[in-house]
Structures are given as structure tokens and as C-alpha cells.
């Protein structure tokens, strides 16, 4: 399809111009460009108490300086100028993973030391400062208007390639400079950023606070948990990044937040700065549909297979318990995320919201014959390119995934199969060398549970989208018949005696040996599975060749019918969202408050995992010792608002109107998963941590009132000034 030239311009001011306010999102709804806060209208009225360039300042100084970006994915944000980061229990869960041992699970106990001198090292750790954020969407999308498939990213890709490299020529040492196209091209923004690459674990509680609840109260509300740790940067003495090393010094960050114990009530103004991960908020109603129907059952399908396997394994093996508990922690919570995301897109009826609007600019464009020159065919385009390419859609989820890596001989075997190649004398030796170095430390067991994971969800495939590598093995079988022999087939890959580096090694000789079902039938399944795995690929491959334009095009027009500039998707740059401190209501007359206490996490409390409150807490607790941390008769632990957050947000700061930390987003609730397609106001919460019972837990039972006093805190009783 092609842009009018007209509307190009437009949108291009639409985006540009400061002055145009954002109306496209809902009341709290949207996850804005840090250079846009002062375009969202009725901010002070809503109770930002400070100027929009205090939290996003181009020239410097604003409070987006202090939130920085985990190197795993999370947010996390310095609280001290000695480079001290406040993030997740479970954003530090790796580091504490990594420096235990069977003797000492640090995830168990909790982390604390007396001073800088006994910080360890949070192994693999690096954070990320945004310094600057500039809106070069003219600049990106300059001579692509008029052009489709492989010429239009290119055009990108070229315009993406020049701009980095001359900004990259400018920028100061030791940043980097990353421009992003968003939404398909409507926008693309200029980051740069600096890197830190010594970071340490200062202080962490137990696992029945950082975890209290575990799984069973994942994305669940009322919630208990004191999902919190805290981290310190450390640079080279000079303050350039450096890997860790005894000799390097705090980091001194420019900008750090002060933290305010004065507390929360409903209805209270607060706002969010984070790096929110991705969502897709303006996709067509196929796209919501094959997400809902398709990619998100088999996600979470999958997700449980690879969480039950890693757990089995750990029954036996303490040291393996240890070293896979981050793995089974983060499969628990995406299956949570894609089970939950899909039973919600159902409940909530997304799609057809989706068509309803989808039938409102359809109207729309038929009222005009300008518009019907635009944008007349753009929706049964999407609904074409879709339909064409979701024939299998079932089926190529399946063979594109599969194998993954948790399969290395399976993957080491279609490796062979997909190159299709005899090696010389000379290459021999070193592809020998890298199939070895693949199977080095697998886990057997689990690669045969995987294997056949994804054997039933072959055999379950429905009519029509059968995988012929799979029917051909196992069609002559039935029910457990055929669940016996797909276990055989499994356990001859990965525990049988016959693959090992040498035998993969063989498929690349000579293809004329003599039959053996150990080795013919795996590699005629392999074979079967390239010519799938090479199916799917042109269909996507056709498929993204026409997405892209169409939904940019779908996207301009409907910016173009409510007279307003959307706000990007989020892609895991640093954004901006609001809202106010609100309890819900799940089900009719089911009204919940926004607040728990520690009051709640004792009535909670069985005294077994995940639900076993330590017994100091409950000290603390019946002797009211809460120091200037308390509210009432007890200790606030978590609250709800409605801001506007997805994964990627997880120990971002949540803030006051006054731009002082109050809590630490960790979760969202159940009824608002299916969030990275759409956000229901009324529904939708973030759960965050308050900073009290961050303080409280640290100084009071973590006995480390050293890392409390090296920040600034304001508000409460006995408030610590310091200079920032």
C-alpha cells in the first residue's frame, strides 16, 4: 500500500511537535517516552507536584538518571551516592544463585554483610544509564514512505546504520549510542547509554520474605512479599567501567532518588520510570487471536514440561536444586503469565473489543473517499496476510521451536541433517571438537522429557496440520501405544547408547551405511523436520515482508480518526507511566483494598514453605517494634496502583508526586495479564512493595541499618536528611 504524502507529513508533526498532547491511551493507560511527560495532559491536576524536565532533562540532572536497566532484564534504580541500587529479590535471584553452594543457599538464607568490605560479586551483572533519548523518527523513515517488504527494511536499516554511526562518533567515551524503530516504523528514538560492569550484592533478605508466597501467590492479590534487594556499582578508580576487581571504587552516580516513609493512602497520585519489556498494544484482532489460540497455549505447555523436568532432576541432586531454582523460577512465572495472559485475552473477550474498534474505522474510512484511497483495503489486507500465513499456524509454532536447547544431541543431529554436507579430512576434527563441546555437561533426562513434550504436542496437532515426520514414526500406534513409542524414540536420543559426538559426527560422512533403526529413523524425522522448519520460514518470511506497511498503515489511520499521537510500544527502553493507589474488584462483590500488612503475612503463615514467616518478623510484629517504619498497628508490605507496567518493570522505582520513591514495582494481578495487548483500567493493577517495610526489613531484621543510613529518607518521624 502507499502513503499519502499529506498524512506522512502529518503524523511525522503529530509525532515531533512537543505541544501535541497524548489522548490515544485511556485514563492511565500507556508507557510514555521520557521526552513526552510534559505532552500528557493533566498531569499537575492529576498531582505531579514536580516539572516535567525534573524527571526527563536532556541537558542532564532529571530523575530518569537514577533508573537504570539490569543487564537480565529487570529495572532497578540508585538510592546513595555511593552507587547503592535498590531492585527485585527476584531481579537479584541469579546473583545469589550463582555464589551459593549446597552448604550455604544463599537464596535459603538471605544476603548481609557490615560494610562495602563484604560485598560479592553479583556474577554476570551489569546495569545500563540511559543518559540521553531523542525522538529521530524524521530521520529514520526519510525515503521509506513509498517502499515494501525487503527495499523498505533495507531503506531502514540503512538510515538506522548511517545515524548511529555519526552519533556514535560524537558521543562522549565509554557511552553508546542504539537507535530503535518502533511500531513498525511510526516511531524510532536515539539512546545512549552508559554501561557498568562491576556490580555486587550488598544486601538480600531469606527466601520467606524475598519469596513469601512463592508460586501459589504469583500475580495474586492480597499479597506478602518483600521482593526486594539491594545492589552497589563499582568502576575503576577513574569512573570508567571496568570488570570487577579489588581495587575498583563505588560508583558515583549523577543522579540518585530520595526515598519518602511517610507513607501512602488510597487514591494517592504516584508514577512509575522503567524499562518496561515489549507489548503490542495496537495489533489487528488476528494477531490477538493467534496469540490467544495458538502461541500462548503452547507457551505455557511448554514452559510447565521444561519447570516439571528441571524440579525432577533436583529431587535427587541438591547441588542441581540449587543451580536450576533461578531456571524453574522464571518458567513458573511465564507459564503464570502466558496461561493467565491467555485465559484473560478469552475472558475479557479482546477480540472482539478489537473487531469492534477495527469495524469503527472501517465505518470511518468508508465516510471519505480520501480515506477509503488510504486506508480502504488496510484492514482486509491484515486479515489476508494473516489467514494466509496461520493455514498452519499450530504446527509451525512446533517445528520452528523445535529443537531448542534443551535438546543438544537432537539439536546437534538436525545441525547435520539441515547442513547437508560431507566434511574433508581437514574438517573433520574441528566439527567433531564443537559437537563435543555441545553435549558437554547436558542434562540426559532432560532432553528425553523435551523430546517428548514435544512428540505429544505432534501427536495432538489437530486435521490438517499433522507433522509428517512424526505420523510416519508413530501413526500406526494409538493412545498409549503410540505414547510408549514416542517415549522409545526419546530415550533412544537422549539416553540410549547409540548417540554420542562420534555417531552425530558420522552424519556428515558417507550417508550409505547400513540400516539401523537407533540411527535411520531419528535422522528421517530430522530430515522431515528441516523440510517443515523450511516451510515455515517462507511463510513468514512472506508474511513479514507485507506486516510491517500494512500495520503502520493501520496504526497512522487510526491516529489519524481520534485526532491524536499514540505512545510507542514498549521495546525495553526507558518509559514513563501513572496512576493513582487503588484496590479492585475481580468478581462482583468482591471489592479488594489496596493495601496488606504484616499483620495479613502471620495469617498467612503455616510454617511451611512458601508460606512460613520468619520468626523474628513475628517478633517484631507482637512487640509493635516497627520503629518510624509503621502505620498503625502494623508494618505496610505491599500496595496496588493502577499504573501501567509489563514485564521489564520489575524493580522499577514507583514514586510520589513530589519524585520520591514510595515502593518498588514486583507484580502485576492476575486479571490484568493479557496486558501486552491491552489495558483494562478497572482491573489492571501494579503490585509494588512499599519502601517502609524495604527499610524496615533491612534495618530491623536484616540488622544492616548501615545500607538505611547511606541513603536520603524523608517523611515519618525520624527522617535522615542527606545531600543528593
Same mark, same amino acid.
Given at each position: +500500500?502507499?502513503? !499519502?504524502?499529506?498524512?506522512?507529513?502529518?503524523?511525522?508533526?503529530?509525532?515531533?511537535?512537543?505541544?501535541?498532547?497524548?489522548?490515544?491511551?485511556?485514563?492511565?493507560?500507556?508507557?510514555?517516552?521520557?521526552?513526552?511527560?510534559?505532552?500528557?495532559?493533566?498531569?499537575?491536576?492529576?498531582?505531579?507536584?514536580?516539572?516535567?524536565?525534573?524527571?526527563?532533562?536532556?541537558?542532564?540532572?532529571?530523575?530518569?538518571?537514577?533508573?537504570?536497566?539490569?543487564?537480565?532484564?529487570?529495572?532497578?534504580?540508585?538510592?546513595?551516592?555511593?552507587?547503592?541500587?535498590?531492585?527485585?529479590?527476584?531481579?537479584?535471584?541469579?546473583?545469589?544463585?550463582?555464589?551459593?553452594?549446597?552448604?550455604?543457599?544463599?537464596?535459603?538464607?538471605?544476603? &548481609?554483610?557490615?560494610?562495602?568490605?563484604?560485598?560479592?560479586?553479583?556474577?554476570?551483572?551489569?546495569?545500563?544509564?540511559?543518559?540521553?533519548?531523542?525522538?529521530?523518527?524524521?530521520?529514520?523513515?526519510?525515503?521509506?514512505?513509498?517502499?515494501?517488504?525487503?527495499?523498505?527494511?533495507?531503506?531502514?536499516?540503512?538510515?538506522?546504520?548511517?545515524?548511529?554511526?555519526?552519533?556514535?562518533?560524537?558521543?562522549?567515551?565509554?557511552?553508546?549510542?542504539?537507535?530503535?524503530?518502533? !511500531?513498525?516504523?511510526?516511531?524510532?528514538?536515539?539512546?545512549?547509554?552508559?554501561?557498568?560492569?562491576?556490580?555486587?550484592?550488598?544486601?538480600?533478605?531469606?527466601?520467606?520474605?524475598?519469596?513469601?508466597?512463592?508460586?501459589?501467590?504469583?500475580?495474586?492479590?492480597?499479597?506478602?512479599?518483600?521482593?526486594?534487594?539491594?545492589?552497589?556499582?563499582?568502576?575503576?578508580?577513574?569512573?570508567?567501567?571496568?570488570?570487577?576487581?579489588?581495587?575498583?571504587?563505588?560508583?558515583?552516580?549523577?543522579?540518585?532518588?530520595?526515598?519518602?516513609?511517610?507513607?501512602?493512602?488510597?487514591?494517592?497520585?504516584?508514577?512509575?520510570?522503567?524499562?518496561?519489556?515489549?507489548?503490542?498494544?495496537?495489533?489487528?484482532?488476528?494477531?490477538?487471536?493467534?496469540?490467544?489460540?495458538?502461541?500462548?497455549?503452547?507457551?505455557?505447555?511448554?514452559?510447565?514440561?521444561?519447570?516439571?523436568?528441571?524440579?525432577?532432576?533436583?529431587?535427587?541432586?541438591?547441588?542441581?536444586?540449587?543451580?536450576?531454582?533461578?531456571?524453574?523460577?522464571?518458567?513458573?512465572?511465564?507459564?503464570?503469565?502466558?496461561?493467565?495472559?491467555?485465559?484473560?485475552?478469552?475472558?475479557?473477550?479482546?477480540?472482539?473489543?478489537?473487531?469492534?474498534?477495527?469495524?469503527?474505522?472501517?465505518?470511518?474510512?468508508?465516510?471519505?473517499?480520501?480515506?477509503?484511497?488510504?486506508?480502504?483495503?488496510?484492514?482486509?489486507?491484515?486479515?489476508?496476510?494473516?489467514?494466509?500465513?496461520?493455514?498452519?499456524?499450530?504446527?509451525?509454532?512446533?517445528?520452528?521451536?523445535?529443537?531448542?536447547?534443551?535438546?543438544?544431541?537432537?539439536?546437534?543431529?538436525?545441525?547435520?541433517?539441515?547442513?547437508?554436507?560431507?566434511?574433508?579430512?581437514?574438517?573433520?576434527?574441528?566439527?567433531?571438537?564443537?559437537?563435543?563441546?555441545?553435549?558437554?555437561?547436558?542434562?540426559?533426562?532432560? $532432553?528425553?522429557?523435551?523430546?517428548?513434550?514435544?512428540?505429544?504436542?505432534?501427536?495432538?496437532?489437530?486435521?490438517?496440520?499433522?507433522?509428517?515426520?512424526? $505420523?510416519?514414526?508413530?501413526?500406526?500406534?494409538?493412545?498409549?501405544?503410540? &505414547?510408549?513409542? $514416542?517415549?522409545?524414540?526419546?530415550? !533412544?536420543?537422549?539416553?540410549?547408547?547409540?548417540?554420542?559426538?562420534?555417531?552425530?559426527?558420522?552424519?556428515?560422512?558417507?550417508?550409505?551405511?547400513?540400516?539401523?533403526?537407533?540411527?535411520?529413523?531419528?535422522?528421517?524425522?530430522? &530430515?522431515?523436520?528441516?523440510?517443515?522448519?523450511?516451510?515455515?520460514?517462507?511463510?513468514?518470511?512472506?508474511?513479514?515482508?507485507?506486516?510491517?506497511?500494512?500495520?503502520?498503515?493501520?496504526?497512522?489511520?487510526?491516529?489519524?480518526?481520534?485526532?491524536?499521537?499514540?505512545?510507542?510500544?514498549?521495546?525495553?527502553?526507558?518509559?514513563?507511566?501513572?496512576?493513582?493507589?487503588?484496590?479492585?474488584?475481580?468478581?462482583?462483590?468482591?471489592?479488594?483494598?489496596?493495601?496488606?500488612?504484616?499483620?495479613? +503475612?502471620?495469617?498467612?503463615?503455616?510454617?511451611?514453605?512458601?508460606?512460613?514467616?520468619?520468626?523474628?518478623?513475628?517478633?517484631?510484629?507482637?512487640?509493635?517494634?516497627?520503629?518510624?517504619?509503621?502505620?498503625?498497628?502494623?508494618?505496610?508490605?505491599?500496595?496496588?496502583?493502577?499504573?501501567?507496567?509489563?514485564?521489564?518493570?520489575? =524493580?522499577?522505582?514507583?514514586?510520589?508526586?513530589?519524585?520520591?520513591?514510595?515502593?518498588?514495582?514486583?507484580?502485576? !494481578?492476575?486479571?490484568?495479564?493479557?496486558?501486552?495487548?491491552?489495558?483494562?483500567?478497572?482491573?489492571?493493577?501494579?503490585?509494588?512493595?512499599?519502601? &517502609?517495610?524495604?527499610?524496615?526489613?533491612?534495618?530491623?531484621?536484616?540488622?544492616?541499618?548501615?545500607?538505611?543510613?547511606? +541513603?536520603?529518607?524523608? =517523611?515519618?518521624?525520624?527522617?535522615?536528611?542527606?545531600?543528593?
Amino acid at each position: +500500500m502507499r502513503k !499519502n504524502a499529506a498524512v506522512s507529513l502529518m503524523l511525522l508533526c503529530a509525532v515531533m511537535i512537543g505541544s501535541v498532547q497524548f489522548a490515544f491511551a485511556r485514563v492511565d493507560e500507556g508507557m510514555y517516552m521520557p521526552d513526552k511527560i510534559g505532552t500528557i495532559a493533566g498531569l499537575k491536576k492529576r498531582g505531579l507536584k514536580i516539572k516535567p524536565e525534573e524527571l526527563y532533562n536532556p541537558a542532564g540532572g532529571g530523575l530518569s538518571e537514577a533508573v537504570v536497566r539490569l543487564s537480565i532484564g529487570c529495572t532497578a534504580e540508585f538510592v546513595s551516592s555511593e552507587g547503592l541500587i535498590l531492585t527485585n529479590h527476584h531481579c537479584g535471584f541469579d546473583a545469589l544463585v550463582s555464589a551459593s553452594t549446597p552448604q550455604n543457599d544463599l537464596v535459603e538464607t538471605g544476603f &548481609r554483610t557490615t560494610g562495602k568490605g563484604g560485598e560479592i560479586p553479583a556474577k554476570g551483572y551489569s546495569v545500563f544509564i540511559t543518559e540521553r533519548v531523542e525522538d529521530v523518527t524524521s530521520k529514520v523513515v526519510q525515503g521509506t514512505e513509498n517502499l515494501t517488504g525487503e527495499a523498505r527494511a533495507a531503506a531502514f536499516k540503512k538510515n538506522v546504520d548511517e545515524l548511529t554511526a555519526a552519533e556514535q562518533a560524537k558521543a562522549p567515551k565509554g557511552s553508546t549510542i542504539r537507535v530503535q524503530v518502533m !511500531n513498525n516504523g511510526f516511531f524510532a528514538y536515539l539512546f545512549q547509554t552508559r554501561q557498568i560492569e562491576d556490580i555486587r550484592v550488598v544486601y538480600a533478605p531469606p527466601r520467606n520474605i524475598g519469596i513469601f508466597g512463592g508460586d501459589p501467590d504469583n500475580f495474586e492479590w492480597t499479597r506478602h512479599t518483600g521482593d526486594f534487594t539491594f545492589l552497589r556499582a563499582y568502576t575503576a578508580p577513574d569512573g570508567s567501567s571496568a570488570k570487577y576487581s579489588a581495587g575498583n571504587v563505588p560508583y558515583k552516580p549523577k543522579k540518585f532518588l530520595t526515598v519518602n516513609v511517610g507513607g501512602l493512602k488510597e487514591d494517592d497520585f504516584v508514577f512509575v520510570m522503567g524499562y518496561p519489556g515489549g507489548t503490542t498494544r495496537y495489533r489487528e484482532s488476528q494477531s490477538i487471536e493467534y496469540a490467544r489460540d495458538a502461541n500462548f497455549p503452547f507457551l505455557s505447555s511448554w514452559l510447565a514440561a521444561r519447570s516439571n523436568a528441571l524440579r525432577e532432576i533436583g529431587k535427587t541432586d541438591e547441588a542441581k536444586r540449587i543451580e536450576f531454582q533461578s531456571d524453574i523460577a522464571s518458567f513458573d512465572n511465564s507459564f503464570k503469565v502466558f496461561d493467565g495472559g491467555g485465559r484473560r485475552l478469552h475472558q475479557a473477550d479482546v477480540v472482539a473489543k478489537r473487531q469492534a474498534q477495527e469495524a469503527q474505522f472501517t465505518a470511518w474510512v468508508a465516510a471519505s473517499p480520501d480515506r477509503q484511497k488510504k486506508y480502504g483495503t488496510v484492514l482486509s489486507d491484515l486479515a489476508a496476510a494473516s489467514a494466509e500465513s496461520n493455514k498452519f499456524a499450530k504446527r509451525d509454532i512446533l517445528v520452528r521451536r523445535m529443537p531448542d536447547g534443551t535438546m543438544p544431541i537432537f539439536l546437534s543431529i538436525v545441525q547435520a541433517v539441515a547442513e547437508g554436507k560431507m566434511l574433508n579430512d581437514a574438517e573433520k576434527p574441528k566439527k567433531l571438537a564443537d559437537i563435543q563441546k555441545t553435549l558437554t555437561d547436558r542434562e540426559p533426562f532432560y $532432553e528425553r522429557e523435551m523430546i517428548k513434550f514435544y512428540l505429544k504436542q505432534f501427536a495432538d496437532l489437530p486435521e490438517g496440520q499433522k507433522f509428517e515426520g512424526a $505420523e510416519n514414526l508413530f501413526k500406526a500406534f494409538e493412545g498409549s501405544g503410540r &505414547r510408549a513409542a $514416542e517415549d522409545a524414540f526419546a530415550e !533412544n536420543v537422549a539416553q540410549g547408547s547409540y548417540w554420542t559426538a562420534d555417531t552425530v559426527a558420522a552424519l556428515y560422512g558417507p550417508q550409505t551405511m547400513e540400516f539401523k533403526p537407533e540411527r535411520d529413523n531419528v535422522t528421517g524425522f530430522a &530430515r522431515a523436520l528441516v523440510a517443515a522448519k523450511t516451510e515455515a520460514a517462507g511463510r513468514a518470511a512472506a508474511f513479514a515482508s507485507k506486516i510491517d506497511r500494512l500495520r503502520l498503515l493501520y496504526q497512522q489511520g487510526m491516529a489519524e480518526m481520534r485526532g491524536t499521537t499514540p505512545y510507542p510500544d514498549a521495546n525495553s527502553t526507558l518509559r514513563f507511566s501513572y496512576g493513582n493507589v487503588k484496590g479492585y474488584t475481580p468478581r462482583e462483590a468482591e471489592y479488594r483494598s489496596p493495601f496488606t500488612t504484616m499483620k495479613g +503475612m502471620w495469617e498467612k503463615d503455616t510454617g511451611i514453605n512458601p508460606f512460613d514467616m520468619p520468626q523474628k518478623l513475628k517478633d517484631l510484629q507482637k512487640a509493635r517494634d516497627f520503629g518510624r517504619y509503621g502505620q498503625g498497628d502494623s508494618v505496610v508490605v505491599n500496595f496496588l496502583s493502577t499504573t501501567d507496567i509489563i514485564g521489564g518493570n520489575s =524493580g522499577s522505582p514507583i514514586l510520589n508526586g513530589s519524585g520520591e520513591q514510595v515502593g518498588l514495582c514486583f507484580d502485576g !494481578n492476575y486479571e490484568g495479564l493479557g496486558n501486552d495487548f491491552y489495558y483494562d483500567p478497572n482491573v489492571n493493577r501494579t503490585i509494588s512493595v512499599d519502601i &517502609r517495610y524495604v527499610l524496615f526489613v533491612t534495618e530491623k531484621f536484616g540488622d544492616a541499618k548501615w545500607v538505611v543510613d547511606e +541513603m536520603k529518607v524523608v =517523611g515519618g518521624a525520624k527522617a535522615k536528611a542527606a545531600g543528593n
